[in-house]
């Protein structure tokens, strides 16, 4: 149980493009989806956090234009980085959180987003 | 943003030692949680602790919540080769937000 899917797991993209990505929890109703940032060595670094049917509760200095996130059912969210530059290059994870799992996070296995 | 000091940031052991890592906050926790990385994939969670003084065993993992709710560690005994990537502790905040330390980074020598 409590398996969250992310796709695709690698996406290479040029510059000023747009890319999306897709989280999805496969066996439980993610009432909140996360949505985090990780460079190389690095920790995690929560972007935004979404509940079903709102709007993205994003963490300061993190651009919601640029980085839109929709959480449209229990089961999916999407973030799209638009306009995308090298910086944006980075590995992005989603987690999801929901019942009947306890309530903790479980975390997909990653977006690795190359901007050339 | 805020991040938990976790120590050690690497450590190099032999395959059957013991292991012991650990995270401290200058904020109160109510939960903490324990997870593993492996490369190019998202964290696992490992453990996770809810009441201070609990002490909490997953297989050779054991880790315990600190009394003062500021901190927390943990074990692996008996290391074997699959132990191998990075442990991250993350506390949770009363207002639901997680914050994630730097990472410990576990290597085996052969």
């Known amino acids: 149980g409590a398996v969250v899917s992310q796709h695709p797991s690698r996406v290479i993209c040029k510059s000023g493009t747009s890319v999306k990505i897709e989280c999805r929890s496969l066996d439980f109703q993610a009432t909140t989806m996360f949505w985090y940032r990780q460079f190389p060595k690095q920790s995690l670094m929560l972007m935004a956090t979404s509940n079903e049917g709102s709007k993205a509760t994003y963490e300061q200095g993190v651009e919601k234009d640029k980085f839109l996130i929709n959480h449209a059912s229990l089961t999916l969210s999407t973030l799209t980085v638009t306009s995308a530059h090298p910086e944006d290059s980075s590995f992005y994870i989603c987690?999801?959180?929901?019942?009947?799992?306890?309530?903790?996070?479980?975390f997909g296995p990653g977006t690795r987003l190359t901007v050339t | 943003g805020q991040q938990l000091n976790q120590s050690p940031q690497s450590m190099f052991i032999q395959e059957g030692e013991d292991v012991s890592m650990n995270c401290t906050s200058s904020s109160i926790f109510n939960t903490w949680l324990w997870y593993k990385q492996d490369p190019g994939e998202g964290p696992v969670l490992l453990i996770a602790?809810?009441?201070?003084?609990e002490l909490t065993s997953n297989g050779r993992l054991t880790a315990q919540f600190g009394i003062t709710r500021k901190d927390s560690f943990l074990n692996i005994s008996a290391s074997i080769p699959s132990d191998v990537g990075i442990y991250f502790c993350?506390?949770?905040?009363?207002?639901?937000?997680?914050?994630f330390g730097k990472g410990t980074r576990l290597h085996i020598l052969p």
């Open positions: 987690s999801a959180r929901g019942f009947p799992q306890g309530g903790e996070q479980y």
């Open positions: 602790l809810y009441k201070a003084g």
């Open positions: 993350a506390g949770r905040h009363p207002d639901d937000k997680i914050i």
